[in-house]
């Protein structure tokens, strides 16, 4: 049972543009949120997380929204790099220190 | 500050060999966890450990399978009989705790195994 469905699988995105990355999540016990970027080679890397009792979280150019009510959980890239092209992960869990169920993954290609 | 490291990271076996694929945390992390990553797909759990024992195994998907993690720092995820299917990146995580403000998981490269 996939329990993070991630859409979309791939994302082309021109430089300075805004990357959108939607996760929606089936059991509702799950209660912390974060996001992973992953390089070709290398192992993911913590991008930003968010609880479920705020709707939203920024750091820096990267924001989390979040619905509880619909279970689903976005990403936003602001201002969009080609550095930022790497594959990003959804992911939540049940007790922030358990383990982690992960989306599909989408491959973000920004165009110079 | 060193990361997670994982070694070797690259691990071609033949079908029904053993393989052990190793994992040194975070220093100080008392969580650590195994998951293993398919292409094209995202990681899927195996097992983690807080401290010395197994909190969760409920990821491992047979008795082929096996982790340990003796004195509470260094893991080893261990496969008999390997098979073709078994061939993905297993990836290791430590967190610093499982509660409060430091349960992040910081990841490994991965260990690349193929089995052929």
């Known amino acids: 049972q996939q329990q993070v469905k991630q859409s979309p699988q791939s994302l082309i995105v021109q430089k300075g543009g805004i990357s959108i990355i939607n996760c929606a999540y089936e059991n509702t016990a799950f209660d912390y949120f974060p996001w992973y970027q992953q390089f070709p080679g290398k192992g993911p890397a913590l991008l930003i997380a968010?609880?479920?009792?705020?709707s939203e979280k920024k750091e820096g150019r990267f924001t989390i929204s979040f619905n509880k009510s619909a279970k689903q959980f976005s990403l936003h890239i602001m201002d969009s790099q080609p550095g930022d092209s790497a594959t990003y992960f959804c992911a939540a869990s049940r007790d922030a220190g358990n383990m982690l169920t992960f989306g599909g993954g989408t491959r973000l290609m920004v165009k110079p | 500050g060193a990361g997670v490291s994982q070694t070797p990271s690259n691990k071609v076996t033949e079908k029904g060999k053993y393989v052990e694929l190793r994992c040194d945390p975070i220093s100080g992390h008392t969580a650590l966890y195994w998951y293993r990553q398919s292409l094209g797909q995202g990681p899927e759990f195996l097992i983690y450990?807080?401290?010395?024992?197994?909190?969760?195994d409920s990821g491992l998907p047979n008795d082929r399978f096996f982790a340990v993690r003796p004195e509470g720092s260094v893991s080893t995820l261990k496969i008999q009989r390997t098979e073709r299917g078994d061939s993905a990146v297993y990836l290791c995580?430590?967190?610093?705790?499982?509660?409060?403000?430091?349960?992040?998981?910081?990841f490994g490269p991965g260990t690349r195994l193929t089995v052929t």
């Open positions: 968010i609880r479920p009792d705020v």
């Open positions: 995580a430590s967190s610093l705790s499982v509660a409060g403000p430091a349960y992040e998981q910081y």
């Open positions: 450990f807080q401290g010395t024992g197994a909190a969760d």
